[in-house]
């Protein structure tokens, strides 16, 4: 990430932290040990991406099981077999794929619809949550699914084929990068879609039960449906549709907003 320390040496300090995890953009830097970061900005986006990769480290079964409850899987799953823009030979992307139930509820709607995928290249930022994911893959023996560590905020990690998606998926992850690197994010994620490509957005809520559920329990932002638009308009996307779960998993749509948006 050298090429991003275009930086005024007087304002940048050195990290000894090894673990934690790598942002760029104008003001996020490499934040490897022995790399230059800015000061103003960055150690707190630093804390919190940290903080994101340490809760989800310890509390890998706790989320397995909070997903389990809600019938998360099935209801993704749900959502992707009546979901009409899916078409045979995808390349697609998922953003934050944690122990895989988004990517697998994805794999099997479009297997069992004969669509079928041309590759899915996964993407995470906790280990011990991509671990989770590869075992299911490896015991169900999926192909053609690749998964790698990497953080959003630094998407150059990623191997160079890792681009030109029709539809890059994000369920449950962006809520997790520091508020004002939203745009940033969002804005990296539409680089890599295809001109006609799709991005698909699971994004919490804000309203009084995710204030509980999810920002108090698992540390999350939220966001208005306003914010949503203004941020995926200030990150390139024009259309912008909001969606929903189908009603037999109703209470999903209590959690999250379902957004689809085309790069301009
Ligand atoms: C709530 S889980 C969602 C996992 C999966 N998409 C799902 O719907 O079950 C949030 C995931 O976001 C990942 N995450 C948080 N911050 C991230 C970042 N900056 N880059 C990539 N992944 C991140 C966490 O490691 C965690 O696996």
Redesign the pocket.
């Known amino acids: 990430m050298l090429a991003s320390l275009e930086l005024d040496s007087a304002r940048i300090v050195s990290l000894d932290d090894p673990s934690a995890?790598t942002?760029s953009d104008d003001r996020y830097c490499e934040m490897s040990k022995g790399s230059f970061v800015p000061v103003q900005g960055a150690s707190k986006a630093r804390d919190e991406?940290v903080a994101?990769?340490e809760?989800?480290?310890s509390k890998v079964d706790a989320?397995v099981s909070f997903?389990r409850a809600f019938l998360?899987?099935k209801a993704?799953g749900a959502y992707f077999a009546s979901d009409r823009d899916l078409r045979p030979g995808l390349r697609i992307m998922?953003?934050?794929?944690?122990?895989?139930?988004?990517?697998l509820a994805l794999v099997r709607a479009l297997t069992s619809r004969g669509l079928g995928y041309q590759r899915i290249d996964a993407?995470?930022?906790?280990p011990a949550?991509?671990a989770r994911f590869q075992e299911s893959l490896n015991a169900l023996r999926i192909a053609n699914v690749h998964v790698r560590e990497?953080?959003?905020?630094n998407l150059e990690s990623l191997p160079d084929e890792w681009t030109n998606y029709d539809l890059i998926?994000?369920?449950?992850?962006?809520?997790?990068?520091p508020r004002d690197a939203f745009v940033t994010?969002l804005r990296s994620l539409r680089s890599r879609l295809e001109p006609g490509g799709r991005f698909l957005l699971?994004i919490t809520r804000r309203n009084l039960i995710t204030a509980v559920l999810i920002e108090k329990l698992?540390k999350?932002n939220r966001y208005s449906a306003e914010e949503l638009r203004s941020a995926l308009a200030a990150a390139g996307f024009s259309r912008i549709r909001f969606r929903k779960f189908p009603l037999t998993y109703f209470w999903q749509n209590t959690w999250a907003h379902v957004v689809e948006a085309f790069p301009s």
């Open positions: 995890a942002i991406v994101a990769k809760l989800y480290t989320y997903n998360s899987a993704y998922n953003a934050g794929c944690g122990t895989g139930d988004d990517t993407f995470d930022l906790t949550m991509l990497a953080n959003v905020l998926v994000s369920a449950a992850m962006l809520e997790y990068v994010a699971f698992w999350a």
